[in-house]
């Protein structure tokens, strides 16, 4: 998860998405950075949302 934060960051800008702020959610769980998509059963097609802390 926490790879998929610094992809998100890279490919948008760490102005737009800092990874230290970003949520990503699954299924209405907040995803933690030590987990990996398949520990949280994210298929390909599956959607995850971003939400920024502050």
Known sequence: VAA?????ETI????????AQQ????????LK?????ADNKVAENNFL????TK
């Open 23 to 30: 949520l990503l959610i699954h299924q209405g769980k907040v």
């Open 4 to 8: 998929v934060k610094k992809h998100i």
């Open 49 to 52: 949302v971003i939400m920024l």
């Open 33 to 37: 950075d030590e987990t990996t998509l």
């Open 12 to 19: 948008h800008g760490q102005d737009v998405y800092p990874c």
